[in-house]
């Protein structure tokens, strides 16, 4: 009887250990794919819009092969520099950025990671 209460426990053990190790190879997953994300954004581009929303702000890029990228997030003092950067070629800077992530600017308790325009500078 008790050989038999082993073996369900060593299965119970391995069924742990087998969710353990999926889990901790998701987050490993996420973060390469955030990675590669920022790999294919734009390093220099014009901006083309720039928008202040709820949760973030927001901007529109064309690169030099004319390939768009629309609402990419970006820190809002970017926002606050409109004038500044509209239409102009900048060299963009990019980090990961916690944000809500609720339907409107009040807060639900969920955020989420995201690859964000931390920082942009103009081109001469």
């Known amino acids: 009887m008790k050989i ?9 053990g391995f ?18 794919v955030q990675a ?3 790999a294919k954004l734009p390093q220099i581009a014009t901006v083309t819009n720039i928008t202040n ?14 390939k768009k990228y ?10 606050e520099k409109e004038k500044t950067f509209l239409n102009k070629k900048v ?5 990961l950025e916690k944000v809500n992530d609720c339907q409107s600017a009040e807060p639900c308790g969920k955020s989420k990671t995201v690859t964000s ?3 942009m500078q103009i081109v001469r």
């Open 117 to 119: 325009i931390k920082r």
């Open 53 to 66: 929303g709820d949760i973030s702000c927001y901007v529109d890029l064309i690169d030099s092969k004319r």
């Open 70 to 79: 629309q609402g990419l997030y970006a820190s809002y003092d970017i926002c």
């Open 91 to 95: 060299r963009l800077f990019y980090g």
């Open 15 to 32: 069924s742990v250990c087998v969710f353990a190790t999926s889990t901790i190879s998701i987050f490993a997953n996420i973060s390469v």
């Open 36 to 38: 590669q994300k920022t």
């Open 4 to 12: 038999k209460k082993i073996s369900h426990l060593s299965a119970i």
